[in-house]
């Protein structure tokens, strides 16, 4: 095999490559669900955001923890799920789905800013990547015939210009 080893210096250091995102700024954003794991004492949910620039967001979710339990009942409402449906559903099936989520910043004991969770929403049609579009209803009538009712409503004489 014929790599060319003989023209790398070895004894330079090999730098890094580190993929440096933003935080997701605070606010509400659409976010797709790239991983779920759950545990006797926690579940996590792995959130990517529509724009590439930012980082992903961590969702660790502890069972014990009414916050915690508000936020996860947020997210089976926001995918439609209803509490009976939850219990049923296995962690693979949630990947993949769009939700809404608001987010906020908070600083950890040594300095770091960590993006928080505080809701889901759902996703609407229009904010999932590739969707197709809604399509608007069938106008009930044409421009021409609004028009030529607006001119000829209640006098059957007149004449538009």
């Known amino acids: 095999m014929d790599w060319g080893f003989e023209d790398i210096d070895l004894d330079e250091p090999v730098q890094p490559t580190t993929l440096d ?8 954003h659409v976010f797709q669900i790239k991983r779920v794991e759950e545990t006797d004492k926690r579940l996590k949910v792995t959130l990517a955001h529509t724009e590439p620039r930012y980082g992903w967001v961590w969702v660790e979710l502890p ?17 439609g799920i209803t509490p009976e449906q939850w219990k049923a559903t296995q962690v693979g099936d949630l990947v993949g789905r769009w939700v809404r989520c608001q987010v906020y910043h908070r600083e ?9 969770a505080r809701k889901f929403l759902p996703a609407m049609a229009a904010d999932v990547p590739g969707a197709p579009a809604e399509e608007k209803p069938a106008a009930k009538r044409s421009q021409a015939a609004k028009a030529h009712a607006a001119t000829t409503e209640g006098n059957p004489d007149a004449i538009p210009f």
């Open 21 to 28: 995102r933003e935080l997701v700024p605070d606010g509400e």
């Open 108 to 116: 950890g004991n040594a300095g770091k800013v960590f993006v928080n």
């Open 63 to 79: 069972k014990d923890k009414d916050w915690a339990a508000r936020i996860a009942a947020s997210l089976a409402k926001a995918l």
